[in-house]
């Protein structure tokens, strides 16, 4: 966290703000952060390359708030309560009105979510943008919500809605044939996720299984399947899909909904018997949580659709290295 | 850290070590870690460009090494014991022979540390190879060597020597005329730096400010002196200089030893009454460590040459952002 003057006015005006109590933030060469005893600290980190994982126009403010949620959907994933986070910022030159929008979007979301900014680095690079945000979270860990923790019998949960990123980027890519109305109603899901961090918190030593759906639900419920080592079915006239996919070819929503990444929701599993209990629990965090199958012990991801006739997936999730 | 098919394939093949107990590592949404009790969680993170931060054609696993140990010094300089890294990495293409040379070299850093990687990122951008390493240790915060702790009266002290990795840059950059003996021998502390994190640990609670002198002592050194509201009287000629830098023109070397940054050892100040016990602490961990001065209450920083005649110097440290 060395840095020369010049890079010290652009960390001054634009990414220090007061770390709380308890906290050592910005300034010296480590931050120091308390974890509560009995917690493990979870740590996760996300690199965003310009290009790559955003466009160059995106608005720097959906830029900055989405940075730091995709993080916070690692940490919600865990059950862990958002502790603080890491900035890592490489830009090709300094723009006063760029990174004011980008630590406005950056830091409400950090307050909203507890989650102060206390270190990072900086740096110039003729490389294009370059995010890097590291959380730091706490949870204790026999609580910890891991991908190998699904139980046969398990339901199978999912929580906000389905299919809207991808529709956008498909969108923004032209891939789909430009719809103004259909991106107005998308984009917002692919640009400011939400990821469910209070509700996730409340699932801690009550769900067993959890990840964000960041590489679209088939693939990422595939993680849980082989680290549990378990199958299961999942109903596909239950999955909560986003409104603004009414109407659109049904293949396409079905790829949206089961392969479309950048969700940044929860998929989780749960005894049968704590049905009520989470439902209460996502009522009271305002989170709106869908039962969309069962864990079974044969090995493999079934989707059934009307009438419980099979689904044949023609579909992968996103690859950040192909 | 979601990632799709490839990008496990990779991580599998060159960043999956198995993590300590009571650790979680790659492959869950968050990594877990223990703090022990009374100790605070020091974190810092560091961003390394291509072009900008090392040339294209370093060598790889040195490359492994100083993008880890630039970090592990971050955490010696707070005296914290090295906890866990994250690594993202990103690359223009898939490439076995750098990825396996870069990964020895992180890997057998992060081993003798004590500093186990246990997640990350990886993704492929044709923006050239980026690397940003966060690392985690633990400290208790009362012992914690924080910039603003320097007392007037303190002796100031570094570790190591000084010079050899600017006079290397210089060479590397053709600011200097080529000079294969020269850079035969400094180049290892430029490629090569070794914190001094054993003996760290055990300054904490023992001296008072400290910092990694990765910009250069003058700079770094100024850090503590306007954290602390002091000043501080440099000796020159106890400067522990690098042999290399001997017969090299005289304001060439003052230059390297007090502006070169790349050092990766501490400046710290400690109580007179110390100074037996912190060469003992060094000399248990094969650490060398000179007295270079003293803290004073009137501001600035005065280098003070043979026979006591002030040495001016028009020099300035190493800024990221010009």
Known sequence: MSAGP????????YFTRPAPPGFLGVGDDCALLPV?????LATSVDLLIEGRHFFSDVDPKALGHKALAVN???????GAQPLACLLSLSLPDMNDAWLQAFSDGFYALADRAGCPLIGGDTTRSAAGIVINVTVMGQVRPEQALLRAA??????????????AADIALRLLQGRLPANERLLAATRPTLDWPEPPWTFAQTLAGVAHAALDISDGLSQDLGHILKASSCGAVLDYTALPLHPAL?????????EAALAGGDVYQLCFTAAQEQRAHIQALADQAKCVVTRIGGIVAEPGLHVLGQGGVPIKQHIAGFDHFS
């Open 6 to 13: 010049k890079e010290f006015d652009l960390i001054a005006r």
């Open 36 to 40: 509560a005893a009995g917690h493990q």
């Open 72 to 78: 916070i959907s690692d940490l919600a994933a865990m």
């Open 150 to 163: 699904a139980k046969v019998g398990d339901d199978i949960w999912v929580t906000g809605t389905l299919g």
């Open 246 to 254: 009414q109407g659109l070819d049904a293949l396409l929503v079905q």
